[in-house]
């Protein structure tokens, strides 16, 4: 199960990863929005909260440049989330990073790619090893 929200500036890009997710039969949890005006910090913690209760084995977060909404998630206690707009980095991050959170820019990257990197994100694997040592190092700064 995945849960996905976007802020305004997301929500177009949003519309069609729901498009994607749901022709390739993936569960998820929409946790907003629906195109009003919302806060995205708001809409990271909600959408984060289902990572972090176990209800959700990742997230997929998405405001106008996936700054504003990656930062907000990397405040969340137990969330790695990553800024990706490219096939590498999603790779990347889950390989090296055990990323449990995407974070897209609605108004920088097209819909093909999006559905591609959410592709790479959710089909790749932790590898584990010298990285788990690495994300254990980045949990532990929060303890800060």
Same mark, same amino acid.
């Given at each position: 199960?995945? !849960?996905?929200?976007? &802020? #305004?500036?997301?929500?177009?890009?949003?519309?069609?990863?729901?498009? #994607?997710?749901?022709?390739?039969?993936?569960? +998820?949890?929409?946790?907003?929005?629906?195109?009003?005006?919302? @806060?995205?910090? &708001?809409?990271?913690?909600?959408?984060?909260?289902?990572?972090?209760?176990?209800?959700?084995?990742?997230?997929?977060?998405?405001?106008?440049?996936?700054?504003?909404?990656?930062? !907000?998630?990397?405040?969340?206690?137990?969330?790695?989330?990553?800024?990706? %707009? &490219?096939?590498?980095?999603?790779?990347?991050?889950?390989? #090296?990073? @055990?990323?449990?959170?995407?974070?897209?820019?609605?108004?920088?990257?097209?819909?093909?790619?999006?559905?591609?990197?959410? @592709?790479?994100?959710?089909?790749?694997? +932790?590898?584990? %090893?010298? #990285?788990?040592?690495?994300?254990?190092?980045?949990?532990?700064?929060?303890?800060?």
């Amino acid at each position: 199960m995945i !849960a996905i929200g976007c &802020d #305004h500036g997301g929500y177009e890009l949003k519309l069609e990863v729901i498009r #994607h997710l749901e022709e390739k039969g993936v569960q +998820f949890i929409d946790c907003g929005c629906n195109g009003e005006a919302v @806060d995205y910090p &708001d809409i990271a913690a909600a959408t984060c909260e289902k990572v972090l209760s176990g209800e959700c084995e990742k997230a997929i977060l998405i405001c106008g440049t996936g700054i504003g909404i990656s930062m !907000a998630a990397n405040k969340i206690k137990g969330i790695r989330a990553a800024l990706c %707009g &490219d096939w590498y980095s999603a790779k990347f991050t889950r390989l #090296h990073n @055990d990323a449990n959170a995407l974070c897209m820019g609605g108004r920088v990257i097209g819909a093909g790619l999006a559905c591609e990197i959410v @592709d790479i994100f959710l089909d790749t694997e +932790f590898e584990g %090893g010298r #990285h788990a040592r690495r994300v254990e190092k980045v949990m532990k700064l929060e303890e800060n």
